[in-house]
């Protein structure tokens, strides 16, 4: 995985005060994305130990409320098993942190994706990867960034189609639950 940078403390990309990991690779391409540069799989810089070091002394800190995973897409094939490794482990090493992902994808794509003639078992790894992440985060900001429904009045999303979603009472209630703040 390749990523562009790590922001802290961060208070526009989530409640509280948070690390942010700008993941590398977007498939979305969305019009008027504020952040193109992260489309290429292969720009940024690798994401090796050292930068994994800095977001978990980062994350550690008593007054970071949680990690942030933005892009780019952190659902993206190319992000997926680092992302993976980063949720379990902030999930054994720091529970009471929370966890916020930023994706292109819809819930619906996410937990009930459409099986088509051309499906193989490398996309059910793909897709249950994505289903392992989100069900470890706590608020999902779902969908693609629609440039004609733009709202800057809005909280954590920049389009009207997007969601804020509430992962865990998602889950419990088999139906979207959006994050209230």
């Given at each position: 995985m390749n990523y562009h940078n790590i922001t802290y403390p961060d208070m526009n990309n989530g409640s509280g005060l948070r690390v942010v990991l700008w993941c590398s690779a977007c498939?979305?391409?969305?019009?008027g994305c504020q952040n193109p540069q992260t489309w290429d799989a292969n720009s940024g810089i690798p994401f090796d130990e050292k930068a994994e070091e800095e977001l978990f002394r980062e994350l550690s800190k008593d007054y970071i409320s949680g990690l942030t995973l933005t892009g780019g897409d952190p659902l993206h094939e190319n992000n997926l098993d680092d992302i993976l490794r980063i949720v379990n482990k902030i999930r054994l090493s720091m529970p009471t942190k929370t966890i916020w992902l930023y994706t292109g994808y819809t819930w619906e794509q996410?937990?009930?994706?459409?099986i088509?003639?051309?499906?193989?078992?490398s996309k059910y790894e793909l897709i249950e990867k994505r289903q392992k992440i989100v069900s470890m985060c706590d608020v999902v900001v779902d969908g693609r960034y629609v440039n004609e429904l733009r709202d800057i009045t809005l909280k954590w999303k920049g389009s009207l189609n997007q969601r804020?979603?509430?992962?865990?009472q998602t889950l419990k209630n088999k139906e979207v639950i959006l994050w209230i703040s």
């Open positions: 498939s979305h391409h969305c019009v996410i937990v009930n994706p459409v088509t003639d051309d499906f193989n078992s804020v979603i509430d992962v865990k």
